[in-house]
């Protein structure tokens, strides 16, 4: 154990720091209580114990919040109930308190570096947000429709669940919310609300069946006291038909034929025509924009037709050395490819990705006349925006798998599509790292701090930085 004043080792059977003199008797006796409690919150958390774990947890630190076993320890219990911004701050946290060889680093990491699940999480929590607001509003068809997304998006979500048993119950479909409250009992074994609300479902299911089996009762004792109170018929006595009733219905359904002819009929008939009317004035203005879309696409492909049969003309003409042709050459190949992609409605990442390399193997630095560089540029300015996100994430898969050329090359071509892509910087210069290029970590990383000043691979890149300099 250290000294809590000069930093030093302490013996473990000492109290007295022989450094400073200080007693450290009171603190070691703090220290084993924090773990204690931390032993407790853990053996909770295994048993699935959720809330426990984070009772003993929460004690723990109060006792000792520099105790980063505990606090890493919290964030992934809140990890695992759905709660991800409270998982992450404390692990940046226990970050502050221990900076070199903590775990959270992993957990942060894993979580960041996978945007998608980061994305999905972020989703979730807006859309309960929205569903809370849609259930306090009494619009409870907004909310089941938003939690079924929510719990869709982090199966792991508590508070979902028991919100969205809350909106079952109270439109009283029952056996869903209890269905509900099961899938949370799943996640934490002992979380108060859902025990609170299973005993309230309880007891409303079991109204339901007293109230049932109440029914059954009077119907039967009804049944019972109408047969007793029948009495043989002493004489036959004909009555005189009473056609009073007849009227009163042939009259009723005069009044309903006429209330629907004169209020009813014109109204669904004018609304009825004032959709349609809607209806075609929007599919006429949709027509409108795609038909002028299908005019300047055709123009602006006779317009790099006539520019390819112009420049193909010059290079037939023309007598450059074998490189400058091979370059025209591949510049056509682009301008083709480019051309077949735009008639295509959605093409996809992968045609696009095609297109973008054969434009990049391009030496534009051989191209001579200015109508090819606008050409070169505009092809450029088109495909790239849309694709180096895509291709930075084939870089990064390729590095996770562990083929570091493979994700070097397809990196540097995501630079050149975007060099001020922050995930792009930081996997070009921990690709580098791996193949020991500790010359183009170094240069990619800087890149990452001065490009992108505001970015969330800021600190981690700092991090590299310092292990290479030691």
Known sequence: MNCPKCGNVVAERRNRCEVCGKNIAVYRKTFRLSNSYYNRGLEKAQVRDLTGAVLMLKKSLEINK?????????????????????ALSEWVISKHFQANDNQADEYMEKLQHNPSKLDAMNQAIKKYNIALDSAKQGNDDMAILQLKKVVSLNPHFIRAY????LVYMRNEELERARRCLAKAGKIDFTNTQTLRYSAELSKMM??????????????????ESEVKGISPISSYKEEKPNIMPW????LGVLVGIAVVAILVVPTVKKNAKAEYEKEQLDFSSELNVQLANISSLETQI?????TIDEQQAKLDQSKESITDKQAYAAMFTAVNSYLELMKKSSPSEAELLTVADQIRSVAADLITDTQGLALLNGMKEEIYPEIYEYASSLGQQSFESERYEEAYEQLLAAYDYNPKYDYTLYYLGRTCQKLNDTEGAVKYYNL???????????DYAESRLQEISQ
């Open 247 to 250: 009227v009163h219905m042939v």
């Open 162 to 165: 028991q919100l969205l048993a």
């Open 302 to 306: 006779e317009s790099l037709q006539a």
């Open 66 to 86: 520099r105790n980063t076993d505990a606090r890493n320890l919290l964030g992934l219990v809140f990890f695992e109930m759905g709660e991800t911004v409270a």
């Open 206 to 223: 079991g109204g339901n069946d007293k109230e049932k089996s109440s029914h059954t009762r009077e119907e039967k004792y009804l049944g």
């Open 448 to 458: 990452l701090l001065t490009d992108c000043p505001k970015s969330s691979f800021v």
